[in-house]
């Protein structure tokens, strides 16, 4: 999973844990959050939601994870501290925690579509890919035009060998986004200005030229199949080619990398 915290404000702390009010009991193993003790409920949520960004922003995952539940000791109802620990736990491959936060979500909310999605790509790092794509089809009933889980359920699709879905699912949400529109004004060499746009999207285009690779490659194993490993060298050279590139540069492992998450501080896509 690529970009997976570029909505978090980048924020450089570098403060030891006891600056920031948080220590570890070793009876009962729970978090105590002393910071501010004094300040009003929601200032003290605001500001360990704003020390777990910093430490999210750091790749310090463990304490994120703390200020985050700090955040929800004070407002167990609070469904972006959960999202935002989710993100944590799903940065540290904790992925089973992650699920359980984005339950806890849907417990609140069954109509997040942040919780839903992000909670799709950590069951596809589990490789249950039939929940992964439950969560991005509910995504999709819910609303016809989230981009994130048109390119993750293409991703799914593609790995099961669904490659006709997949290019299908990916082209959606290309157009959804937009980011052909910019394509075809970049490619136009009279235009008068380069519009502003998410670099990020680029990633679309990236995952259906692999997704038609992967497809090139189950064709061009058929035709060797049929051929009992011969036929034309032409067309051997190029399969061997595709493979080892395939293999190499471009291959999908479990897919979670080309995943793309709805990692925003509020929970859901701006």
């Excluded at 948080?22 to 939601?49: H, K, W």
């Excluded at 997949?166 to 529109?181: F, K, M, N, T, W």
């Excluded at 590139?245 to 979670?256: H, I, S």
Aim: hydrophobic share 40%; with cysteine.
């Amino acid at each position: 999973m690529k970009a997976m915290i570029h909505r978090l404000i980048a924020t450089s702390i570098i403060l030891s844990l006891f600056a920031f009010g948080l220590t570890l009991s070793a009876q009962n193993n729970e978090i105590r959050c002393t910071s501010f003790p004094d300040s009003p409920t929601g200032e003290r949520v605001v500001y360990y939601m704003g020390e777990g960004a910093g430490f999210l922003a750091g790749r310090q995952f463990g304490s994120a994870v703390r200020s985050y539940t700090c955040a929800i000791q004070l407002d167990g109802d609070f469904i972006g501290a959960y999202n935002q620990r989710a993100v944590a736990y799903t940065l540290q491959q904790n992925y089973e925690a992650a699920i359980a936060d984005y339950d806890t979500v849907l417990a609140i909310d069954s109509s997040s579509r942040a919780a839903l999605n992000n909670r799709g790509i950590a069951y596809a790092a589990l490789r249950d890919y039939d929940l992964a794509l439950a969560d991005f089809n509910i995504v999709i009933d819910l609303d016809e035009t989230y981009v994130n889980s048109y390119l993750n359920r293409g991703v799914i699709r593609a790995i099961e060998g669904d490659y006709e879905g997949a290019i299908a699912d990916v082209e959606q949400a290309i157009e959804l986004s937009g980011i052909d529109a910019v394509v075809a004004t970049l490619k136009d060499p009279n235009r008068e200005s380069t519009p502003n746009y998410d670099r990020d999207d680029a990633q679309m285009y990236a995952v259906l030229g692999i997704i038609y690779s992967s497809f090139a490659l189950e064709n061009y194993n058929d035709y060797l199949l049929l051929h009992g490993g011969g036929g034309d060298q032409r067309i051997q050279s190029a399969a061997g080619s595709l493979q080892s590139r395939f293999e190499f540069d471009l291959r999908l492992d479990d897919g979670t990398w080309l995943l793309r998450a709805d990692f925003s501080v509020a929970g859901e896509e701006e």
